[in-house]
């Protein structure tokens, strides 16, 4: 099984805003990295639309670092392949997972899609992927 996730809210509890102008700390969600080792993908694609970039107010170096540092992580947690692809403008994530899905030869019954809100359901829909709500997950402690 593949899985699609985004990072903002995802991954990590909170991402890029207008006033980031420097490294901020990353606070990785470690509920959700814990339910996708559970659930021993095959492989993990990290989408996402950062329209910051191509507004110019977010420098993609440093982008390109922070995520970079959330797939390492990821990829180290759950001893999978994690691949990175983002949209330097907004555009649902949904049609970058449709490119993913042709690109890769992926059946929509071999992928799904972890999200928390509705966009993410959107993206589902758009991609003919099933969706799984990170918020229905429990802390075990």
Same mark, same amino acid.
């Given at each position: 099984? +593949?899985?699609?996730?985004?990072?903002?809210?995802?991954?990590?509890?909170?991402?890029?805003?207008?006033?980031?102008?420097?490294?901020?700390?990353?606070?990785?969600?470690?509920?959700?990295?814990?339910?996708?080792?559970?659930?021993?993908?095959?492989?993990?694609?990290?989408?996402?639309?950062?329209?910051? +970039?191509?507004?110019?107010?977010?420098? /993609?170096?440093?982008?390109?670092?922070?995520?970079?540092?959330?797939?390492?992580?990821?990829?180290?947690?759950?001893?999978?392949?994690?691949?990175?692809?983002?949209?330097?403008?907004?555009?649902?994530?949904?049609?970058? +997972?449709?490119?993913?899905?042709?690109?890769?030869? +992926? /059946?929509?019954?071999?992928?799904?899609?972890?999200?928390?809100?509705?966009?993410?359901?959107?993206?589902?829909?758009?991609?003919?992927?099933?969706?799984?709500?990170?918020?229905?997950?429990?802390?075990?402690?």
């Amino acid at each position: 099984m +593949i899985l699609f996730v985004d990072i903002e809210g995802v991954l990590v509890q909170q991402c890029f805003r207008k006033a980031d102008t420097t490294f901020r700390h990353i606070i990785l969600n470690e509920r959700n990295f814990a339910w996708i080792k559970s659930q021993n993908f095959e492989r993990i694609f990290v989408v996402t639309n950062q329209k910051g +970039i191509g507004e110019g107010w977010l420098d /993609e170096k440093l982008f390109d670092f922070q995520i970079g540092y959330v797939a390492r992580a990821l990829k180290l947690y759950t001893n999978t392949k994690v691949d990175v692809r983002y949209y330097p403008y907004e555009r649902p994530n949904g049609f970058l +997972i449709k490119d993913i899905l042709k690109e890769f030869n +992926i /059946e929509k019954n071999n992928a799904v899609i972890l999200g928390n809100r509705k966009n993410h359901k959107k993206d589902a829909a758009l991609s003919g992927l099933k969706y799984i709500d990170a918020k229905e997950f429990k802390d075990e402690n």
